[in-house]
T-cell receptor, first 109, second 116 residues
Framework: GNSVTQMEGPVTLSEEAFLTINCTYT??????LFWYVQYPGEGLQLLLK?????DKGSNKGFEATYRKETTSFHLEKGSVQVSDSAVYFC????????FGAGTTVTVRA | ETGVTQTPRHLVMGMTNKKSLKCEQH?????MYWYKQSAKKPLELMFV???????ENNSVPSRFSPECPNSSHLFLHLHTLQPEDSALYLC???????????????FGSGTQLSVL
């Protein structure tokens, strides 16, 4: 089956810092890959996705590139804001949905 | 607002109590899901209902009992829980039943459960 492993948190950084959250996947096929965000007190929301190798998903200044050679889908943002404080989940969909454990990100002013 | 509403937002219960979590979706979807979110663990799928029939039950202890009276409502009945059951319980819905791709899942805000 498929699964994802993402960087453990928590991650704390200052406003305008560069953010990277690592995510790697295992799958029998070629899964679609996703990042979800969960803001405080809210449910998970789809942030971005990529459906095949070398695809780049992007949204709200976040980007992630589907790397088949390294089986990775790392999330990046060049300049974070306090409003980006949230829990971020990597997820994959082969024949079954799988979510990572989540990474808590806190951005300080 | 995703169209999926969960109540209560927070729940504290003793191990001998019986309580229920409620989920309601206003999206006209046909499938509903219960997930368990524990700290530092992957999101765990507990139950799936499609057209009000349970289609997946992932080895969940019997102290958790789901109920789906119609396509808009989903309940999770709790009894004789253990402290390790403390977690955020998320409800989700999708237009079609499984298999479903991630982007078609709509999540509620969850019920934060604490078992004392």
């Amino acid at each position: 089956g498929n699964s994802v492993t993402q960087m453990e948190g928590p991650v704390t950084l200052s406003e305008e810092a560069f953010l990277t959250i690592n995510c790697t996947y295992t799958a029998t096929g070629y899964p679609s890959l996703f990042w979800y965000v969960q803001y405080p007190g809210e449910g998970l929301q789809l942030l971005l996705k990529a459906t095949k190798a070398d695809d780049k998903g992007s949204n709200k200044g976040f980007e992630a590139t589907y790397r088949k050679e390294t089986t990775s889908f790392h999330l990046e943002k060049g300049s974070v804001q306090v409003s980006d404080s949230a829990v971020y989940f990597c997820a994959s969909n082969d024949y079954k949905l799988s979510f990572g454990a989540g990474t808590t990100v806190t951005v300080r002013a | 607002e995703t169209g999926v509403t969960q109540t209560p937002r927070h729940l504290v219960m003793g191990m001998t109590n019986k309580k229920s979590l409620k989920c309601e979706q206003h999206l006209g979807h046909n499938a509903m899901y219960w997930y368990k979110q524990s700290a530092k663990k992957p999101l765990e799928l507990m139950f799936v209902y499609s057209l009000e029939e349970r289609v997946e039950n992932n080895s969940v202890p019997s102290r958790f009992s789901p109920e789906c009276p119609n396509s808009s409502h989903l309940f999770l009945h709790l009894h004789t829980l253990q402290p390790e059951d403390s977690a955020l319980y998320l409800c989700a819905s999708s237009q079609d039943g499984p298999p479903v791709t991630n982007e078609k899942l709509f999540f509620g805000s969850g019920t934060q459960l604490s078992v004392l």
